[in-house]
C-alpha cells in the first residue's frame, strides 16, 4: 500500500463524511460511484442498491435533518490494488425540529478504484447497543 494511495481513500473517505456533516448531496455525488451496483445500508435499514435509490435515501435524510456533527475514529484500513475499506466509528449528532439526538455507529466504508479515480461504492453503518 503506498503512502500517496492510502492519503487518497483517506480523503474521500473525509470527504464523504464532511458532504454528509454539511448534507451537501451534490459533493457527495463526486465521493459516490453512480452506478447499479453501489450499495448502502443507514443504521437499521434495508440494503440500497444502485445509486439512484441510495441518492434518494441521503436527500430524504438531509431533507429532514436541520443540523449534523459527525466524528469519525478509523479502525482498520486496508487497501489493494483497485479496492479499499476503512472499518470506523461514527460519533454523530443529529438536530431535527429541536431535537436533539447523539448516536454512535461502526460503519464499513468500501472503495474500488475505476479509471485511475477511487469512489465509494459501498457504505454500511450499524448502530453500537450499549448495555
Known amino acids: 500500500m503506498s503512502l500517496d494511495e492510502k492519503s487518497q481513500i483517506i480523503t474521500i473517505n473525509d470527504a464523504f463524511y464532511r458532504s454528509f456533516e454539511k448534507r451537501d448531496i451534490k459533493k457527495m455525488s463526486q465521493v459516490w460511484w453512480q452506478g447499479a451496483t453501489s450499495t448502502c445500508i443507514h ?51 443529529q438536530i431535527n425540529r429541536g431535537r436533539r439526538l447523539e448516536a454512535e455507529s461502526i460503519a464499513t466504508n468500501s472503495f474500488r478504484k475505476m479509471a485511475q479515480k477511487w469512489y465509494l461504492v459501498h457504505h454500511h453503518g450499524s448502530p453500537i447497543m450499549r448495555r
Open 43 to 93: 443504521p437499521g435499514g434495508n440494503v440500497l442498491q444502485g445509486w439512484d435509490v441510495i441518492f434518494s435515501s441521503w436527500e430524504t435524510i438531509f431533507k429532514n435533518t436541520d443540523y449534523l456533527e459527525i466524528d469519525t475514529e478509523p479502525i482498520n484500513i486496508e487497501l489493494g490494488q483497485d479496492i479499499a475499506y476503512i472499518v470506523l466509528i461514527e460519533k454523530v449528532i
